[in-house]
């Protein structure tokens, strides 16, 4: 067996599993799920009808790049929301089968493992960085993201010695769990260090288009450094997805895109792990990337959810985020044994924070944190939080 393997931490999910084991929850209450970010509405019917509608092409093998009606689409896209003056859809992007296998296999693609490197992760953070960046052979390095600093990564506070061993640096606006959005300057400062330690930046920006101020859309990386004066996106690369911006997780939908040379090795090495896209899945998707009413109806919908949710909240900390869908609150016990507890008394889900984070000098900055996503309709929201304020009465 692959002994890199020995290194993986349990997903969160399976952590949870563990917890609430042996616990029974209360009888007579529907459960009620807000520990996982699966979006839960509904698919819009013309992306279902374009699927449908074209299944003769499960009949040929699909190109790992992709068909050039979704590159040009995903271009189209990116040009449109982000301003962009130009982005070749033939060598700037490319489609993959959901972002998180792409954020896996960039750090396949970019690690050189004889160089005993690091990969620069933010705390708390998605866990297939980590993933990622074990099973290429790297080791994580986790920067803390500050409540102090509206969660913003202190970036300059990482040592020289780090970022000289630094081959990729994986970043997440808006962010996940925080939902905070990078500014300008904290780019500027990003590829100020990318150009001096030649590192990558894998940006994910799969909750970009989740978003509750329609006149300051969240700063994209490319965006970023367009502005900067870096039109050809030198090592930096970003990866979005259909599943929050259109509802349909199941499809399996994104793309990368950014620097050419990036994506051709990221083509190459895709070609030899086979992830090339169903034909009929990339014309559902490139008619959803040519859409931008349904995401609009989405965002009105997580907006009306926000609204009335945070506060409710506001004795946990709960703040409007700038982006995505969850709620990173404050608990007065430890996180898992308030989750375990809640689950019990309530048959309420949430995620513990600490299972997101890590242990760093600075500590761990889940600790007495959960998450919630608020991607069930309202009423149920509206009811799981009505039992989650029952239970916090009780300290």
């Known amino acids: ?61 699909p190109a790992t790049a992709g068909a050039p009606a979704l590159r040009e689409a995903i271009a189209e896209w990116l040009m449109r929301r982000y301003g962009l003056n130009n982005v070749d859809p033939a060598t700037q992007v490319l489609p993959v089968n959901g972002s998180r296998e792409a954020l896996f296999a960039i750090a396949q693609t970019v690690v050189d493992a004889s160089c005993g490197g690091l990969v620069i992760c933010p705390n708390p953070f998605y866990q297939i960085y980590e993933g990622a960046a074990l099973l290429s052979g790297a080791e994580p390095y986790f920067v803390n993201a500050d409540p102090a600093r509206g969660y913003k990564v202190n970036y300059a506070a990482v040592p020289d010695e780090v970022w000289r061993r630094t081959q990729l640096v994986y970043t997440c606006s808006p962010g996940n769990p925080t939902g905070n959005v990078m500014s300008l300057e904290e780019w500027r400062v990003l590829f100020e260090l990318s150009e001096r330690h030649g590192f990558v930046i894998a940006s994910d920006e799969c909750y970009s288009e989740l978003y509750y101020d329609d006149e300051n859309p969240p700063l994209g990386a490319l965006q970023a450094s367009q502005i900067l004066g870096i039109s050809r996106f030198e090592r930096l690369i970003v990866f979005s997805s259909l599943s929050k911006r259109s509802n349909v997780p199941g499809m399996r939908s994104g793309f990368v895109a950014g620097d050419a040379t990036l994506i051709r090795q990221f083509l190459l090495y895709r070609t030899y792990q086979g992830g090339a896209m169903s034909p009929a899945v990339q014309t559902a998707s490139t008619a959803a990337w040519r859409d931008e009413a349904h995401v609009s109806d989405n965002r009105r919908l997580y907006a009306e959810k926000f609204r009335e949710i945070v506060p409710m909240l506001s004795s946990l900390g709960a703040n409007m985020p700038a982006g995505g869908f969850y709620l990173w609150l404050k608990t007065p016990i430890p996180d898992d044994r308030f989750a375990r507890d809640l689950y019990r008394d309530y048959n309420v889900t949430v995620l513990p924070g600490s299972y997101l984070a890590r242990e760093t000098r600075d500590g761990n900055p889940g600790k007495n944190r959960i998450r919630i996503a608020l991607v069930a309709p309202l009423a149920e929201c509206r009811e799981a939080v009505e039992r989650l304020r029952k239970f916090t009465l009780s300290f």
């Open 1 to 61: 067996m692959n002994p890199l393997l020995g290194k993986l931490q349990p997903y969160p999910f399976e952590k949870l599993r563990e917890l609430f084991a042996e616990v029974t929850p209360a009888p007579g209450m529907s459960a009620i799920s807000l520990g996982i970010g699966e979006p839960k509405h509904a698919t819009p019917t013309f992306i279902r009808r374009a699927l449908a509608e074209n299944l003769d092409g499960l009949a040929s093998y």
